[in-house]
């Protein structure tokens, strides 16, 4: 098939391709995580959640069955639920069942993920009423909401984590323009032995999730990445309070995509991915920060992850 002019892709691919081009020439190559999910990406991170080795989310699991009259009380029966990066939506169904919402709004970058979840979620729940949106949560988006009903704001598994703690901010400030209450999903600092082990899992299936973003640049956009040539590669860094994902060039390489060319050294990374582990305070304080008071926060008996029920403060009272 011959290949298309860059002129003649989907606007999706142009920006997907304009973000590779970026990520790759900058002086410490990265890519944006977002491109982690396509199909079989969502598929991978599907497995993560059930590895012996990632505990979050049975952390989280297990303290929203453990809490979950308190926390569909916080969240208010009948609200409108907007839930960004829902993916399987394997809580959602514990939310939903307490919560009875109005209205469900999952929210995902992956067609595969968002269309499976409303599937399944449309089975278990004929009444509800479910409104997908696909789309990336780092721009603006029309959401299908009504006005007059609140709504509030569901974002677990710790998503937030990987956004930088501007972008965290950021992600909270517009949140606060939608919904005067969130929940809000938080892996927290801990062992780094065990934080280790939950992103250099035994099966390497966290290594095949990493690696898949090379495969879906050479799939969607033609670029010849060898995937042999590069090594999962994940670390605590504990300066800056984050998982680090990198890709690691085993060898001298260049790689090439439509007029792009990069030279590679042996041993150079591409970093793929932060996860940001928060302490208690620390979250509350970029709560606070982005105008949100956390009058509740729900964690699990082994204290390794929160759920922050968090209320927006009136203007008036808002910090800066
Ligand atoms: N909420 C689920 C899934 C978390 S995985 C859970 O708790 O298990 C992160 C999800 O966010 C994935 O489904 C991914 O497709 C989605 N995602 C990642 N970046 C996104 C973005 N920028 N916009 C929308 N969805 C995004
Ligand atoms: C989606 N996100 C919260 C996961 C995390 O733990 O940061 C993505 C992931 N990366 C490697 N394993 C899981």
Not at 76 to 99: D, P, T
Not at 144 to 156: D, H, L, W
Not at 162 to 189: P, Q, W, Y
Not at 224 to 229: G, M, V
Request: charged letters at 25%; aromatic letters at 10%.
């Amino acid at each position: 098939m011959a290949r298309e002019r860059r002129g003649d892709r989907p606007l999706e691919l142009r920006t997907f391709q304009d973000d590779v081009v970026a990520g790759l020439s900058a002086p410490q190559r990265f890519l944006p995580p977002k491109y982690f999910y396509d199909g079989a990406g969502s598929r991978l991170f599907a497995r993560i959640c059930r590895l012996p080795e990632y505990y979050l989310t049975r952390a989280e699991l297990a303290l929203t069955r453990r809490h979950l009259a308190a926390i569909a009380r916080f969240a208010g029966r009948g609200c409108q639920l907007i839930e960004y990066g829902s993916g399987e939506g394997i809580k959602s169904r514990l939310l939903i069942r307490a919560v009875r919402p109005a209205a469900y709004v999952p929210i995902d970058i992956s067609q595969d993920a968002l269309d499976a979840s409303a599937r399944r979620l449309a089975r278990e729940f004929p009444r509800l009423k479910i409104r997908p949106v696909l789309g990336d949560f780092s721009r603006p988006l029309h959401l299908p909401v009504r006005r007059g009903t609140a709504s509030v704001v569901y974002f677990p598994g710790s998503t937030i984590g990987n956004l930088t703690v501007e972008e965290a901010h950021g992600f909270l400030a517009m949140s606060r323009g939608i919904a005067a209450r969130m929940l809000v999903g938080v892996d927290l600092t801990k062992d780094p032995a065990v934080l280790h082990a939950a992103y250099n899992d035994s099966r390497g299936v966290t290594a095949a999730f990493n690696l898949n973003v090379l495969a879906r640049i050479n799939r969607e956009l033609g670029a010849d990445f060898d995937l042999r040539q590069w090594r999962h590669y994940a670390f605590y860094n504990p300066a800056a309070g984050r998982i680090e994902m990198h890709l690691v060039a085993l060898q001298a390489q260049r790689v090439r995509l439509g007029s792009h060319r990069w030279q590679f050294r042996a041993g150079e990374t591409i970093h793929t991915e932060n996860s940001y582990k928060y302490s208690l305070d620390g979250f509350a304080e970029l709560a606070a920060r982005a105008g949100f008071a956390a009058p509740r926060v729900w964690t699990d008996r082994r204290g390794l992850f929160a759920l922050y029920g968090l209320s927006a403060w009136p203007a008036a009272a808002r910090r800066t």
